[in-house]
């Protein structure tokens, strides 16, 4: 049985959200339900622990592929835009939020505020698909070397290149209160069936850490999920990095399943590293969340019943 995990970050309109769109980090409410339409013809839409149930193959007679949605970061926008059509269409999926940055403390993730910055400089009135700032694409902007500098950098110096980037576009430090869920929002989606999974504290590439530093991120993180969700706790390593000392790590927390940015099908019958498991990433305003999908698809004339095997009521990646 096929099984897919789809990896989807923001869901909003493009005006005032053009860096996230540059980066393929964000989708169109419009192009989103586009593409749950495309996913429920053709696949059984499960929660990501149904997916990956290893015994799923034999309690179910679909002859269906699998797959499961998951959002990263945990923009409010799930629960703006994605829960009210995932609702309609009787699907539920797995939120990964950054520990510090989400609840009812407001604290900016830094490529966000660096996005606003740019959003920042260009001007309302253009219409270019990729604008110019400075003189730079801002394709080149989300993806070069300043968005590099300021990956590497130690928070305390981030915020300092921050605000000189700002005085140099001549901007000011933007900011936006309600871009991430509340506690409130957490909870409701777990109410309504959702699951919420680990993606670190403050979304540094685990690699990059100390042991001592990688741990409190686990630790820290791991204690935010469970205010919410007492079920298996899932990792979504920030950014897709990972390496051995990190799956061990994980490891030390009971932490037995983890995801990747790396695109693939999930093959539990195959060659399979639980603490590396792959996804595919959904961008772009197609009807068809990844093109790779299609050759995981049941042909139409055979995608005519949308079974529900869950039984679940209608009621460098950033």
């Known amino acids: 049985m096929n099984r897919v995990i789809l990896m989807y970050h923001r869901v909003c309109e493009r005006r005032g959200a053009r860096p996230w769109f540059a980066r393929g980090t964000a989708v169109t409410p419009l192009a989103f339900e586009r593409q749950l339409d495309w996913l429920t013809a053709h696949f059984d839409v499960v929660p990501?622990?149904?997916?990956?149930?290893?015994?799923?193959?034999?309690a179910t007679e679909s002859k269906r592929p699998l797959a499961a949605l998951t959002f990263d970061d945990g923009y409010a926008d799930v629960v703006r835009y994605a829960l009210p059509r995932c609702q309609a269409s009787g699907v539920v999926g797995t939120v990964f939020p950054v520990a510090k940055h989400h609840g009812d403390h407001h604290y900016p993730l830094w490529f966000d505020t660096f996005y606003r910055i740019l959003e920042a400089s260009i001007s309302p009135t253009c219409t270019d698909a990729d604008p110019l700032i400075e003189g730079i694409p801002l394709s080149v902007w989300v993806r070069g070397p300043e968005k590099e500098a300021l990956h590497t950098a130690?928070?305390?110096?981030?915020?300092?290149?921050?605000?000189?980037l700002a005085a140099s576009l001549g901007v000011e430090v933007p900011d936006e209160p309600d871009l991430y869920?509340?506690?409130?929002?957490?909870?409701?989606?777990?109410?309504l069936g959702w699951s919420i999974g680990a993606h670190g504290t403050v979304h540094s590439r685990f690699p990059d850490l100390h042991d001592l530093e990688l741990h409190d991120e686990l630790r820290r993180s791991l204690a935010f999920v469970r205010r919410f969700d007492?079920?298996?706790?899932?990792?979504?390593?920030?950014?897709?990095?990972?390496?051995?000392?990190?799956?061990?790590?994980?490891?030390s927390f009971s932490i037995w399943r983890a995801l990747t940015v790396t695109p693939g099908p999930v093959d539990l019958?195959?060659?399979?590293?639980?603490?590396?498991?792959?996804?595919?990433?959904?961008?772009?305003?197609?009807?068809?969340?990844?093109?790779?999908?299609?050759?995981?698809?049941?042909?139409?004339?055979?995608?005519?019943?949308?079974?529900?095997?869950a039984g679940i009521s209608a009621d460098r990646l950033t």
């Open 269 to 309: 019958c195959g060659p399979f590293d639980p603490l590396a498991m792959p996804r595919y990433l959904c961008r772009g305003d197609e009807s068809i969340p990844h093109p790779a999908l299609h050759a995981f698809a049941l042909p139409s004339s055979e995608a005519v019943e949308v079974s529900n095997p």
């Open 154 to 164: 130690i928070p305390e110096a981030r915020q300092s290149l921050l605000r000189r």
């Open 181 to 191: 869920l509340s506690e409130g929002d957490l909870r409701q989606l777990v109410e």
């Open 48 to 58: 990501l622990r149904t997916l990956l149930d290893e015994t799923l193959a034999t």
């Open 230 to 251: 007492a079920g298996e706790p899932i990792l979504a390593y920030p950014d897709g990095a990972h390496d051995p000392r990190v799956r061990a790590a994980a490891q």
